[in-house]
């Protein structure tokens, strides 16, 4: 049977006489009016609390992971690089004008997410300078910034000649001409404009499959170095530890591929055992998520989400010394931090004598967000003082560079959202049922109909695919790796090759058997609606915020030391208020596709696999030196197959609405 209709090489070519029209049509004005990319869509939820300003305030960024043009079909997060570049340059106006410090930091993971970073190789040849126009304070680097050392490489070229001495890498090593070397500056002392001393220094996990030539130090290494004493020996207002690293985890952890712990915490607990009597600011990453966590009242972390969804926000006050701080202390016309970190358990004692006062916020990556905080703007529109030039020209710049590289041509519609973790599995709207009709209907050898088991590690899907206008580059944040499809023909369809799937999952400590939904679907917005605010403090809700909650969108709720927004919207960290979605629904770590498979009939298969489970299969199918050659066009990867399935299977529609 062919599939003439779903061939892929065909489908794939882009219909250059629609991307033309589109790109003419988008170019008619961008020079007089940027503002954001022109294919995103404005929020309607501006925020309604103004940020609390301290002494210090932090403006923080994370696991970016190339999403330097905002999120197109959602709403909260509409903004791209250049608002952001126009929010940070009136924030640090703000900050003049209160007579405060603010610092700007990144904590890693620039690349490997968005097809901006990944469509060049190495990753990040085009994102690189786009990125290096917000003037960061600090930065330092991510494990996905390290796999591969051309990526490596770029970086160093691109952002660590150009940041310089503001790029840290405290404990990082690569070995280049039989030496190892720094990437980045070890530490850094920052006086800043009124005054606080500041001792920086950038930790990243141990805990990643790093290549040959690298190596990532832990605390024992760390403390021993020469540069760390040196370091010791400089009088400090503030430690500052920014890390590529979770913040919620002990300094001992269970690791999968090196070493025992964690550096950024535990060179947190360092300081704590041997500074106690200066605060110490963490700011992490890593796990993609929005978090604040209290160690003890001298000190706590921020960590502030991922793919330019949210900016960090955090206000320390009663850290600056009277005497050689220069700032304002009291400020009158926006809040100030009132609250305190009390430990977490009884065991870590209260040991500084400073109380540090702080706040956290985590924002929407939007331009309403960003026109509030930064202008007082409350809408309908945001004001055209918020574009700075540089923005400007950046918000063009993204968006030329999108379309040069193809990466805004629509492929079809999606008619609805799919979800990695806000569905159960095999559910309609979870994205592994999509995914599995997707390989179905575009993995086929020879476009022929044969019969295909195709296992999927389902940990290659690395984002919800938005309803909405579907283009090359949601398939890049979708299905970022480009992997080959390979197969080894006609294994007997038998019992151990009907259990493939559940063995391979079985050995990842993952359930065998997910075949099935496993709870009631429902529907999204019944699943929506049922996890509201409940009872009272959706009255909360209602009064304290003068928001209706019926007119709250689906976004992020989060729960951290300092509150939980799904109970109080008083304490709660979420700039804007949204309603929940399920976050946590598991999947399988492998998925299978059966592609014109018969039970009864079916007496063999070719069995189709990407190369990091070619040793697992053959070993558990007990193959013997079998021949494994590509399925398809070794042109064709992971990466097109939800391409190939928009364009053949959604189509364009004359109007594509995102959304709720
Ligand atoms: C890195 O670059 C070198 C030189 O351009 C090239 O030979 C090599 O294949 C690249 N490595 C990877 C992993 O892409
Ligand atoms: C670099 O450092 C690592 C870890 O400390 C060490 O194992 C390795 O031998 C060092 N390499 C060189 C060339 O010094
Ligand atoms: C405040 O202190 C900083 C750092 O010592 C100094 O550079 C700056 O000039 C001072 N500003 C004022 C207004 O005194
Ligand atoms: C700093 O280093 C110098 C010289 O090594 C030493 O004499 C001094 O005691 C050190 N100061 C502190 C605060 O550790
Ligand atoms: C936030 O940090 C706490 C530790 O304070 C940790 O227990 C929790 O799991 C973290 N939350 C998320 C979503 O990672
Ligand atoms: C977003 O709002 C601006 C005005 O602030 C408007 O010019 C623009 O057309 C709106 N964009 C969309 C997609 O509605
Ligand atoms: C796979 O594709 C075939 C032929 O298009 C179709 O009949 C079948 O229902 C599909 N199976 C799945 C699981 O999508
Ligand atoms: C496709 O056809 C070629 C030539 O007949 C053959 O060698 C190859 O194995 C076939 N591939 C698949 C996936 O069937
Ligand atoms: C396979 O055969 C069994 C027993 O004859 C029958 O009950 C079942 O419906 C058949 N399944 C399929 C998929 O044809
Ligand atoms: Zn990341």
């Known amino acids: ?176 001409d039989g030496k190892n070397t720094s990437i980045g500056e070890k530490y850094k002392y920052i006086t800043t404009k009124h005054g606080l001393r500041i001792m920086a220094f950038g930790f990243t996990l141990q805990d990643f499959n790093s290549p040959p030539g690298l190596y990532v130090q832990g605390e024992e290494e760390i403390t021993n170095e020469e540069w760390f004493n040196d370091a010791m020996n400089k009088t400090v207002d503030l430690y500052l530890l920014i890390g590529h690293a979770d913040i919620g985890q002990s300094c001992k952890i269970k690791t999968k591929y090196h070493g025992d712990q964690n550096p950024l915490i535990c060179m947190k607990d360092w300081f704590r055992e041997n500074k106690p009597e200066i605060p110490l600011q963490v700011l ?50 926006v809040p100030m931090p009132t609250r305190t970190c009390t430990p977490h358990s009884s065991t870590s004692s209260s040991t500084t004598d400073k109380t540090v006062r702080l706040d956290r916020r985590y924002l ?148 065998p058997d997910y075949e099935e939904p496993k709870k009631d679907c429902g529907s999204n917005s019944v699943r929506l609606s049922t996890s509201r605010y409940a009872g009272a403090s959706q009255q909360n809700v209602l009064t304290s915020r003068a928001s209706d909650p019926d007119n709250l969108n689906p976004g992020h709720v989060t729960k951290d030391d300092f509150g939980d927004c799904s109970v109080n919207p008083e304490d709660c960290g979420d700039d804007t208020l949204h309603i929940p979605r399920l976050e946590n629904e598991p999947h399988p770590y492998f998925m299978q596709v059966k592609g014109n498979i018969d039970e009864n009939e079916t007496k063999t298969v070719d069995v189709v696999f990407t190369i990091d489970i070619q040793k697992s299969i053959i070993d558990l199918l007990g193959l013997k030196d079998p021949v494994v050659k590509p399925y398809m066009d070794e042109s064709f990867t992971t990466r097109d197959f939800l391409q190939v399935y928009a364009k053949t299977v959604w189509c364009e529609k004359p109007t594509c609405e995102i959304g709720p």
């Open 284 to 333: 992490g990453g890593h796990t993609h998520v929005r978090n604040f966590t209290c160690y003890d009242s001298g000190s706590s972390g921020l960590e502030s989400g991922r793919y330019s969804d949210t900016v960090g926000w955090l206000a320390l006050s009663g850290v600056a010394p009277s005497d050689t701080w220069n700032g304002s202390k009291t400020l009158t016309d």
């Open 1 to 176: 049977m062919a599939f003439s209709a779903l061939a892929w090489t065909a489908a794939i070519a882009i219909p250059a006489v629609f991307a033309q029209d589109r790109e003419s049509d988008r170019s008619k004005s961008p020079k007089i009016a940027p503002r954001m990319q022109h294919d995103s869509h404005n929020t309607t939820h501006w925020p309604t609390k103004p940020l609390p300003w301290g002494e210090i305030n932090f403006i923080h960024t994370t696991d970016t992971h190339g999403w330097l043009e905002g999120h197109a079909n959602e709403v909260n997060y509409g903004a791209d690089w250049g608002d952001f570049v126009s929010f940070v340059t009136h924030m640090r106006d703000k900050a003049d004008q209160q007579n405060v410090d603010l610092l700007v930091v990144d904590t890693g993971d620039i690349v490997t997410g968005n097809g901006l970073s990944d469509i060049s190789t190495p990753e990040g040849q085009l994102s690189n300078p786009i990125f290096r126009y917000l003037d960061y304070d600090l930065l330092t680097i991510g494990n996905n910034d390290l796999y591969d050392p051309n990526v490596t490489r770029q970086i160093e070229n691109d952002l660590v000649s150009y940041y310089e001495d503001r790029y840290l890498t405290s404990n990082v090593l690569v070995e280049e």
């Open 364 to 511: 929407d990556f939007n331009r309403q967000t960003f026109a509030y905080h930064a202008l007082g703007a409350t809408g309908p529109d945001v004001p055209a003082s918020f574009d700075t030039p540089t923005g400007q020209y950046l918000t063009n710049d993204i968006e030329g560079t999108r379309s040069q590289y193809k990466l805004t041509t629509e492929l079809g519609c999606a008619p609805q959202s799919y979800y990695i973790a806000a569905s159960p599995y095999n559910c309609p709207d979870n994205i592994y049922t999509l995914v599995r009709s997707a390989l179905n209907a575009t993995v086929h050898g020879n476009n022929s109909d044969s019969a295909r088991l195709i296992i999927f590690n389902t940990y290659g899907i690395r984002y919800d695919l938005y309803q909405g206008p579907f283009t090359v580059g949601d398939a890049f944040t979708v299905s970022s790796y480009a992997d080959i499809f390979y197969y080894i023909a006609d294994v007997p369809y038998d019992d151990v090759t009907k259990k493939l799937q559940g063995e391979l999952n079985a050995r990842k400590g993952s359930d």
